[in-house]
């Protein structure tokens, strides 16, 4: 199993604090009086939309020569339908820029035939990360993830959009942790969370924004018992603490109260690859293929003079969530982790998908 | 509680907040007026507006606009039988009938009445019940929406007309269309015949169009005349508000259901009309008079669609989780302004709720005025010949389908529909049972699903279950006992007529049902390409409707001229038309095939002038005015909403500039 993913991880500054390396300055990129078309995969409202509509006035602001920056939506199969026109039509003098999610990597690393896009050859400028918490209710009487073991052979019922969605990171790490899960699928994250404080289900995740408004009262009254975070990437590439939730142990953690051991080998390997995917890296700002340096430098600088920006973190708590974005070179780390499965490693989990949830490729 | 109301109502006045308020307004009414654009298309134009703005006033103008796209959208239903929105294809049922009797200001001004009443009670029910809501959104469970799902369906036996086997097939039908895409359970995809525009199912704004407004508008081109056939124009908008004072209770029924149907997360603000209608006509002693311009079909989908905004903003602001599309930009739109919902709303944030629920209410008059104010004039436009109308129409329509998935798919698919809703009209399948069932089968199945992996058969036991199977039960009563009454009238109708017809006459209208039966057997078939879990739901659907089909079919053969099963309006009443069946479908696959061919605007271009000539027989000075003015408007629209229209295979070889490019 040939695997890049540590090639790059000592450079890794994925994680708050660690400011991004200077850039040299280019001057000669100017975009007064052009219109910048921002392609968002998805119907108007929503996570990526709303994601895109919060950078999109201060891209504007930022960009020498404060172009006009227009959102357009292209909705239809997942993400698929505008990836695959971003793909093929889009522009690479920078005027055309796309906003990537979760879904619309996988469905690329799955190799679903329809995913006609190869994102691999798009340009990173910045992503924003989220986290994870993974929750039970406390009917089943556990009160931590020390406790998990007692479970024993306990029908946990999970509701899941589908095993190809984000839900395939969680889905891979409660097999990996030996639970008995039963998901029923076709429920996006609120209608889950709905069944959750309904008990109609007893295992349920968010990602941080939606488990710091919505859950944390049910925790609070005492109907949910948080287990654990995903965690978010280090700077050694490895696991660590998600800082919005600092007292709950992240996911390698409570593989190790389970097996006694850290976690490794190939189902680790690739739970992580799709985890940076879908979380840790989860939104991105691409440009196409091909598009000159020095505009890939004009933006990228933009994204860093934004999220330095003194009232930016405070703003973008509420509308994106508490996470430091990933800018300048760290994005092309985090982008070649997420593009690092070998073959082998695409067919490990085209199998564990197929044999578990009858997924046909 | 009292003193942050009145806070909420004082700090919505200070300042320029009405303003924005009525900036919304005006906006809602614009986009309204303008058939399948709605909420959604109007609500993102205003996001990018929001940056920067202060919290109050972005509420205002967002709900100003959402609160009226309900109250505008009636135009075009009532007065060229296209539905405005998905919220309003009920209204379309009698509103276009009385607006071809010369009573299009009388069903506007009972709609907007209607409308008004509905928000403000939606308004009012918000105030009282967003405290409370909480455990009781939370007691409907799938099991209870799928019950729910049932209950609507049921609607469909009152809606069926003549001949409850047709009414069934035509459900039936819907229901298989509406399982076209990725099936819940296992995420197959079921009769997407490997294209890629079918894997995510025909859009609902595809539909509705396609089932209603192509069919009217073809159906008034072969007449060729106005729209009414009644000048001078009667009934004054007094009249309209005189009948909705009148059917007030009706209206207060409606409004309580748009408010209960808008509050269930997950159920969809698009049943909540069609559900009103049902209801309407199963209250109605003398059923006679609905689909020919029955003025309570107008009062009771309008009452209940305005109050479901009302209703859509508690599982919005309590839960974070919308009702519906526009709720769902409504939702992005506050987060953008730093508010997010959940609990604290009805806590910390409860002056924002309030904020929210007066400009509901007051945005709810000024638009309901307005609209007022408009109709009587408005309702002239029914009587400009419609020959020239007929161009406007038909780019107006194909720009709402193409904001379903902005491909040129959505015009093939709103061409494709158009001919089955053709079709449907022409043997006398019921269309709105076709279009309950289409918009129902997806919740119907996914809560079905669901109630069984959360409870097995047991849900059937649960309370909330029970009672509503009570209410199914009642409604199944009633519409069974209407369907007999009618067939019956219609006997002895039909035994007056007497005649026989001959098995050549049969013909075309066997054959339909014939294409129909082997749609359900494709249906099966493919049903037998997925998992079982998928299988289930399209397969006990296609199996139920070949065995009504093949009734059909016998009674379509040997049945007597009496049967209100056989019905060809090309052997009745359209014999003498100047204007073949076909004529006005080639037009439109013309259409479709130059946007292929060379793009949207081009196309679109050359069919104005080609259709004022020809059939108009404008001269070229005004083919020439009226085509700028069509397009004109179209991409000034396009510019303003970000749009690519479609292009087709010129603009693959040549790079040509925007609009045409």
Same mark, same amino acid.
């Given at each position: 199993m040939k695997r890049t993913i540590y090639a790059f991880s000592t450079s890794l500054l994925l994680v708050a604090g660690f400011g991004p390396a200077p850039q040299a300055l280019s001057s000669d990129v100017d975009f007064s009086g052009e219109r910048i078309e921002w392609l968002v995969p998805f119907r108007e409202g929503g996570g990526t939309d709303t994601w895109a509509r919060f950078f999109a006035p201060r891209l504007s602001e930022a960009l020498p020569g404060q172009p006009t920056l227009i959102i357009r939506n292209v909705p239809g199969g997942g993400s698929i339908n505008g990836a695959n026109q971003f793909d093929t039509r889009g522009k690479n003098n920078g005027q055309e820029i796309f906003g990537s999610t979760a879904s619309t990597l996988f469905y690329a690393m799955l190799g679903d035939r329809r995913a006609s896009y190869q994102p691999q050859d798009w340009v990173p400028v910045f992503a924003t990360p989220t986290g994870g918490v993974l929750y039970l209710s406390s009917d089943l009487g556990? @009160?931590?993830?020390?406790?998990?073991?007692?479970?024993?052979?306990q029908e946990l019922i999970f509701p899941s959009?589908?095993?190809?969605?984000? @839900?395939l990171v969680p889905l891979l790490a409660m097999e990996m942790l030996h639970l008995n899960v039963r998901p029923v699928f076709g429920m996006d994250r609120s209608a889950g969370r709905l069944a959750f404080e309904r008990g109609e289900v007893n295992v349920d995740y968010q990602t941080s924004a939606p488990y710091l408004k919505n859950v944390t009262p049910l925790v609070e009254e005492g109907s949910a018992v948080p287990i654990m975070s995903w965690g978010v990437l280090g700077e050694d590439g490895s696991l660590q603490r998600d800082p919005s939730f600092p007292d709950l142990p992240h996911f390698a953690e409570v593989y190790e109260m389970i097996h006694g051991e850290a976690p490794q080998g190939q189902a680790f390997e690739v739970w992580k690859t799709f985890f940076i995917a879908g979380f840790a890296a989860q939104k991105m700002l691409f440009l196409q293929e091909g598009t000159p340096q020095e505009i890939v430098d004009t933006y990228r600088k933009a994204a860093i003079d934004i999220s330095a920006q003194p009232d930016f973190q405070e703003q973008a708590s509420v509308a994106i969530g508490d996470y430091d974005q990933i800018l300048g070179d760290n994005v092309d780390t985090a982008f070649e982790m997420i593009f690092s499965l070998s073959e082998d490693d695409t067919q490990w989990i085209q199998n564990w998908l197929a044999e578990n949830y009858d997924v046909k490729f | 509680m009292f003193d942050v109301i009145f806070a909420a109502l004082g700090s919505l006045f200070s300042g320029p907040h009405l303003l924005y308020l009525g900036l919304g307004v005006l906006m809602g009414l614009c986009i309204g007026i303008f058939p399948g654009l709605g909420g959604i298309a109007g609500l993102s134009l205003l996001l990018p507006l929001l940056y920067g703005m202060d919290t109050i006033s972005a509420l205002a103008m967002l709900i100003g606009l959402v609160a009226v796209i309900p109250t505008s959208d009636t135009f075009t239903s009532v007065l060229m039988g296209i539905p405005g929105s998905s919220g309003s294809?009920?209204?379309?049922?009698d509103g276009f009938p009385l607006a071809k009797k010369g009573q299009a200001a009388r069903a506007l001004s009972a709609a907007f009445t209607a409308s008004l009443f509905g928000g403000l009670f939606g308004a009012l029910v918000l105030t009282l019940f967003v405290l409370i809501a909480r455990p009781i959104i939370l007691a409907f469970g799938s099991a209870e929406l799928f019950m729910l799902t049932l209950l609507g369906l049921s609607m469909v036996a009152g809606l069926a007309g003549k001949s409850l086997i047709k009414g069934l097939c035509a459900c039936g039908l819907g229901l298989l269309f509406g399982t076209m895409g990725g099936a819940p359970a296992t995420g197959e995809f079921r009769l997407s015949f490997d294209v890629d525009y079918l894997m995510d199912g025909i859009p609902l704004v595809v539909m509705g169009l396609g089932i209603f407004a192509l069919p009217e508008i073809v159906d008034l081109l072969r007449r060729n005349t106005s729209i009414s056939e009644a000048t001078p124009l009667g009934g004054g908008w007094i009249t309209g508000v005189r009948d909705m004072i009148r059917h007030k209770w009706l209206a207060l029924r409606c409004a309580a259901l748009g408010c209960i149907v808008g509050a269930l997360p997950g159920l969809g603000g698009s049943v909540v009309d069609w559900i009103a209608y049902g209801h309407a006509v199963q209250t109605?002693?003398?059923?006679?008079g609905f689909g020919k311009g029955e003025i309570r079909g107008v009062i009771a989908p309008e009452a209940s669609n305005n109050a479901k905004e009302g209703g859509a903003m508690i599982p919005t602001l309590?839960?974070?989780?919308?009702?519906?599309g526009s709720m769902a930009i409504f939702l992005g739109g506050m987060i953008l302004i730093g508010l997010e919902p959940g609990p604290n709303m009805v806590s910390s944030n409860l002056d924002v709720t309030y904020t929210i629920i007066w400009s509901l209410a007051l945005a709810n008059v000024l638009g309901a005025g307005a609209c007022l104010l408009l109709s009587g004039w408005v309702s002239r436009l029914t009587t400009i010949p419609y020959a020239l109308m007929a161009p406007f129409m038909i780019m107006v329509i194909c720009f709402a389908a193409f904001q379903a998935t902005r491909s040129l798919g959505d015009l093939v698919a709103l061409l494709a529909v158009g001919v089955l809703g053709i079709f449907l009209k022409r043997f006398g399948w019921p269309r709105p049972a076709f279009l309950i069932g289409f918009v129902l089968a997806s919740g119907m199945e996914n809560y079905l699903y669901q109630a069984l992996q959360f409870n097995g058969w047991s849900f059937i036991t649960k309370p909330g279950v029970l009672i509503i199977a009570v209410l199914l039960l009642v409604s199944v009563v009633i519409a069974v006992r209407q369907v007999a009454r009618l067939s019956h009238q219609s006997d002895a109708d039909a035994a007056v007529k007497g005649g026989q017809v001959s098995l050549k006459g049969r013909l075309p209208q066997v054959a339909f049902t014939l294409g129909i039966g082997a749609f359900f057997s494709y249906g099966l078939f493919d049903a037998f390409q997925v998992m079982p879990l998928a299988r289930v739901f399209p397969a006990g659907i296609s199996l139920t409707m070949l065995v009504l089909v093949g009734v059909m079919l016998v009674r379509q053969l040997r049945g007597k001229v009496s049967d209100p099963i056989l019905q060809d309006m090309e052997q009745d009443?359209?014999?003498?038309?100047?204007?073949?069946?076909y004529h006005y479908l080639l037009w439109l696959t013309g259409l479709v095939l130059g946007c292929y061919l060379v793009g949207y605007v081009i196309a679109m271009t050359l069919f104005f002038v080609a259709f004022l000539l020809i059939r108009a027989h404008a001269s070229l000075s005004s083919t020439l005015t009226l085509t700028a003015c069509g397009m004109g408007f179209l991409t000034l629209l396009a510019h303003l909403m970000v749009l690519n229209l479609p292009s087709g295979l010129l603009q693959q070889v040549v790079d040509l500039p925007w609009p045409l490019g």
């Open positions: 556990i @009160d931590s993830a020390a406790e998990l073991a007692e479970l024993g052979k959009l589908g095993p190809t969605s984000l @839900d | 294809q009920a209204t379309v049922l109605t002693k003398s059923k006679g309590l839960f974070g989780i919308p009702g519906s009443e359209n014999v003498a038309l100047p204007v073949g069946f």
